[in-house]
Structures are given as C-alpha cells and as structure tokens.
C-alpha cells in the first residue's frame, strides 16, 4: 500500500500519511488534529485521561463492536481500518451533548475536567454494551480511569443513569454508513508504513508474518502495543521495525479442539475472558484485576508470555493448568511446557525467526480443584508482588497430582516442584501442607524491592498454599507470620 493509515475519524473517512509508525494516536490527535480534548496524564496507560473508543466491524452481520483503549500506548498504524471516537466526536450537530455528557452534567461529575473526557469515553463505550447493566459494570469500567479532585460518587452517578437512559445515539443511526466506510478502508491489503528508518509491517496471514520474521529478526513484535507503546513514550526507544501481529487471523483465533482451549497469541484478555472463566472459574477476579478495561481491550495473553516478565499474571495460572505453547516459523512448528518457556530473566526459548502462535491450555478434568491468588498493594489495576497458582486432584483425600506456580518469587514464573514432590502421595491435611510451605522456603530466592521484600515474599507465597488448603477443605487459614512480641 502507499503508506496511509486509512480509518474512520469519529463519522468520517480519514488517512494520515507521513508520520513515523510509532507515533501514538495521542501525539496524532493532539499535535496533527489539534484534538486537544484527549488528554495525557501518565503516557502509560494507567490513569485513563487519553482513553478514546475505537470501533470494528463485528462478523458479517454489519454490528461495530466498540471498546475503549488507551491512546498513549497505542501506535497510529493500528488504527488502520477502525473507527476511532474521541471526545469532539460526541456532541450533535446543532451543538447539543451526547447523552453521556449530559449525565456527567446533570450529576456534576466534574470539576477541574482534566480526567473528564476520558470518563466520559469509558463511559460511551460502556453504554455501547449491550451487555452491561449494573453496578459492578460501571466499577468496572471506570477502574481505568483516576479522578483527582471530584470523587467518583457523582461519576457513578451518571453512569447508572446513562444505563438506565440507555437508547440509540449518532453512532447508532450512521451504522450502516459506518461500515462502508470501514469496510472500505480496511481494504484487504497488507499495511506498510515507512517513514524516518522505521517501517511497520501489519500482515494479514500466519505465513505473511513468518516470512516477514524471517526477514526481520531484530522486528519488535506487538500486539495490543500496551508494553510496547510503554517502550517509547517511557524508555524513549527507537524500533527500527514493527510487526504487527493483531491482524493475523489465525493469531486471532479461539477455539476448543480434543480436550484443549487453543488461544491465539493476538487474542485478547477481553476475548478470552468468557472461555477461561467458563472453564477456569478461579480466573475471573484474576482477569478483572489484570489491568483496566482499556488495557485487557488491547492486550493480549501471547504478549503477556512472550514478554517474559517474572509478574505477569497469566503464566502462573497457565503452567499450574499445564498450559503449553506453539511456537512457529517458516522452519516448521514445535511445542514445549509453558514452565519451560521461560528460560531466565528477560530470556525465553523463542528462536530468531520464530514467533509465539498460540497458548494450549488443557480442559480441566473432573474434580479438578484450581485457584489463583493475586497480592498487589491495590486491588484494581496493579502489578503483582506475589501471584500463586494451585492445581489439585485428589484421591482418596490423598495428592494424586499437584501443579504449583509462582510469579514475583524468581526471575522468571516458576514452578514450586520441590513442593509439589514433598505433597505428593501425601494425605491432604495441614500438616502435610505444613511441611511442604517448610519445603517452599528453599524452593525460591526472591529478590526485595519497592513492592516487597524477599522474607515478604516467601513468607505471602507460604501463606497462599495454606489459603489453597483452606480454600478446598472449608478449614481456617493459617496465617505463618510469627505473632508479634
């Protein structure tokens, strides 16, 4: 393609051309559309003032599914064939508010309105999902999105009103409109972006992008952009090279084949939500807690792996489940335990010209008892100081099999197999898991620091085997802290 960057801009068709690949559709809007209304608080994606909805296509049946983002982690080429809807695109024509702005009005839910556009965003999304009702939604969807100095009561307020408002807007009404447009910006090429050195690559298809890899060793790949775009705004980094994997349609696959929940590495937290919970129900509050609303629309589980870092959060539940990852290139395919993927820190077994296809997550089997448990110093929206991760079955109230993961306890998650050897065959009761938290204590060397101490962590990570203990017997959790003197 010519190197244009075609999408719809709030009802209009638009293209930007000319910009670096890596420029952030904050920066875009701001400094190239003078949109000044999308504010940047944080450039990290964690405070919501630059929270903007973008909209696609939904299948063959004509419906946009929108969601809200964060626009200062996310790259302008990856806009390329949305719908994007900031906070000028609300109001009517003859000047008249948006029904989400005139609840924000009515129960004076602003006050000094820096973070204000971004709530009334999170808040346009949540009103375009259907599915959304109740309190526990609008807490949700408003977890991304910091308020300094008016309080969220007012802001509850208007969300519950706007639900209880809900009807057709605008947007509804130039719908069919709407996916002409974007049908015909995302025109089925393969978007290429040069400018300044850098290119950006979005390929379509499983092969286009391994022959691409192939080609471009030293290429960051991303996918939802939300460490990446973290890359720049914060560590000022220049990549040479952006592969794109969230076009890639087998990336973008979910499906239940032979006993296994196959997850594509560009499949979305939001996307996989439903089946890992149907199937893993443990994971729920764990999926809510990982990030905000605008960060779970754009992050995928594959970038969360294929990252590496020692707290993400999905690796422990995965390898205590027995997950596996497909790795490919032009070379051929292989698999290998998830626990093994991880070589150290910053390090994974993902050759030059490879890339992280998709995660293998076996169906639980009958009597299966799973958990995981997320410490972090709040509960919404934070980095894990300790993530533990507990896969049982038992027999005859004996351990017959014991999966145990870590994360935030080495350089890398981590399975606790020393502990799982010491429960093994063992009758399930407190003392057998007395001495197996004693075993845990040589299992790991954890390191201190602004989030918590080595003896912290050892002591949370003893701490969370007897909470799993107690969890599948209704007993009391044993809390090993010595008392104070």
């Not at 400094?31 to 296509?57: F, I, N, P, Q």
């Not at 539940?317 to 290998?336: D, F, K, N, Q, T």
């Not at 929206?381 to 080495?410: N, P, T, W």
Request: hydrophobic share 40%; net charge positive.
């Amino acid at each position: 393609m010519d190197g244009a960057v075609r999408f719809v801009l709030g009802l209009d068709a638009h293209e930007a051309r000319g910009l670096p690949p890596t420029t952030t559709v904050l920066a875009y809007l701001r400094d190239h559309c003078r949109r000044v209304g999308t504010k940047e608080g944080c450039a990290e994606g964690d405070c919501g003032a630059c929270t903007v909805v973008l909209g696609e296509v939904d299948g063959d049946g004509g419906a946009i599914r929108y969601r809200a983002v964060n626009s200062c982690i996310q790259f302008l080429p990856q806009l390329h064939g949305k719908q994007l809807i900031t906070v000028e695109d609300l109001r009517g024509a003859d000047g008249a508010l948006h029904p989400v702005q005139q609840a924000m009005v009515e129960e004076h839910a602003s006050q000094c309105g820096f973070c204000t556009p971004g709530f009334v965003m999170s808040l346009f999304a949540l009103l375009h999902d259907a599915g959304a009702g109740g309190r526990a939604a609008v807490d949700d969807a408003l977890a991304g999105n910091l308020c300094r100095c008016t309080g969220y009561a007012p802001i509850i307020r208007a969300a519950q009103k706007i639900l209880a408002r809900r009807g057709a807007d605008k947007f509804d009404a130039a719908r069919k409109t709407t996916v002409k447009k974007l049908r015909a910006a995302n025109d089925g090429e393969t978007p290429t972006i040069r400018c300044n050195g850098q290119s950006y690559f979005a390929p379509r298809t499983l092969r286009g992008l391994l022959q691409l890899r192939a080609r471009h060793a030293d290429a960051v790949l991303v996918a939802g952009a939300t460490d990446a775009g973290l890359w720049v705004t914060k560590q000022l980094r220049r990549f040479g090279a952006v592969l794109d994997t969230g076009r890639v349609a087998e990336l973008r696959r979910l499906r239940e084949r032979d006993g296994v929940l196959e997850i594509g590495a560009a499949v979305t937290y939001r996307d996989a939500a439903a089946a890992l919970t149907r199937h893993y129900p443990a994971l729920g509050e764990l999926l809510r807690r990982l990030g905000s609303v605008q960060v779970r629309n754009a992050g995928t589980i594959g970038g969360n792996i294929a990252n590496g870092s020692p707290i993400g959060d999905m690796p422990p539940p995965l390898i205590a489940a027995g997950g596996r990852v497909a790795l490919r290139s032009v070379r051929g395919a292989r698999e290998i335990a998830l626990e093994d993927f991880f070589t150290g820190y910053g390090r994974q077994d993902l050759r030059a010209d490879e890339v992280l296809e998709k995660i293998l997550l076996p169906l639980p089997p009958a009597g299966l008892r799973f958990n995981v448990y997320k410490l972090s110093k709040r509960f919404d929206q934070d980095i894990s100081i300790v993530c533990g991760a507990f896969a049982l079955r038992l027999q005859k109230e004996k351990v017959a099999a014991i999966r145990i993961a870590y994360g935030g306890m080495a350089g890398v998650p981590k399975r606790a197999r020393r502990t799982e050897r010491a429960l093994a065959g063992k009758t399930w009761n407190e003392s057998t898991v007395a001495a197996a938290a004693a075993a845990l204590e040589q299992e790991y060397t954890p390191l201190s620091d602004l989030r918590g101490s080595a003896a912290y962590r050892t002591l949370a990570a003893k701490n969370l085997l007897h909470r799993f203990y107690s969890d599948t017997t209704g007993g009391d959790v044993v809390n090993l802290a010595r008392p104070l003197q």
